[in-house]
């Protein structure tokens, strides 16, 4: 219970957090971030990591003159791509392994099956469309690893999704996060950034909850 509450405590007030490990690491927040970042998209039992938000915020420091923004953009673009390949080549050597057995340890079923209704519907382009949903992005480059994308084809979709991606959130922050309206409700923009990024799953999550229902009915 504790822990939830400190990670809900990171999430709420990311603001002063980053600060603090601006201040005490220095250019080791790089590494840091980079080491975020990259867990979140790679390890497939780790999709509780921030990721929308916590670029917003490193992007808001950089405009602040805390971080170098290019390099920001740079290395955090490099560990969602690098995440992304791990975990797919992770989904690759281990995926139908996993999924032979009934209950897997650490991994959700569900989360594999949701993302697997991703890729039905959008095909390479889950790997796009994942980026910004959290939970789904953790599971798209393990799903595609399994088998529903070759390598060459992944590599371009995810190349493209990594860079759109910490673009989109770290220049975000940076020209957005330091406006005073934004900066004095800094908390309220990120429960809304968090709430919107997580917006399309639930949707899903619901849409895919009344099918049954209403083939029950049908019938």
């Known amino acids: 219970m504790v822990y939830i509450t400190r990670v809900i405590d990171f999430f709420l007030h ?3 957090h980053l600060g603090v490990i601006i201040q005490d690491y220095g250019i080791w927040t790089y590494l840091i971030l980079f080491v975020i970042i990259f867990s979140e998209t790679g390890l497939v039992v780790a999709p509780f990591l921030p990721g929308d938000s916590l670029l917003f915020a490193a992007g808001a420091f950089a405009a602040a003159g805390a971080l170098d923004p290019w390099l920001l953009f740079v290395i955090l673009s490099l560990a969602a791509i ?3 390949t791990v975990n797919y080549w992770v989904g690759y050597f281990v995926g139908p392994g996993i999924l032979k057995k009934n209950k897997i340890k650490f991994i959700k079923k ?15 382009l ?6 910004f949903m959290p939970i789904i992005r953790t599971f798209a480059p393990f799903v595609a690893g399994i088998g529903f994308m070759n390598q060459w084809r992944f590599h371009l979709y995810n190349i493209t999704a990594g860079i759109a991606w910490v673009g989109m959130f770290v220049w975000g922050g940076y020209f957005f996060g330091n406006l005073p309206v934004v900066k004095n409700n800094f908390s309220i923009v990120i429960i809304t950034i968090i709430f919107i990024s997580v917006l399309p ?3 899903s999550y619901f849409k895919a909850r ?3 229902t209403a083939n029950t009915n049908k019938s």
Do not use: C, M, Q, S
């Open 110 to 124: 569900e989360h594999l099956d949701r993302t697997h209704k991703f890729y039905e519907k959008y095909g390479g």
């Open 82 to 84: 690098l995440g992304n």
């Open 126 to 131: 889950t790997l796009v469309v994942a980026r």
């Open 201 to 203: 799953a639930i949707i």
């Open 14 to 16: 990311l603001d002063k």
């Open 210 to 212: 009344r099918k049954p």
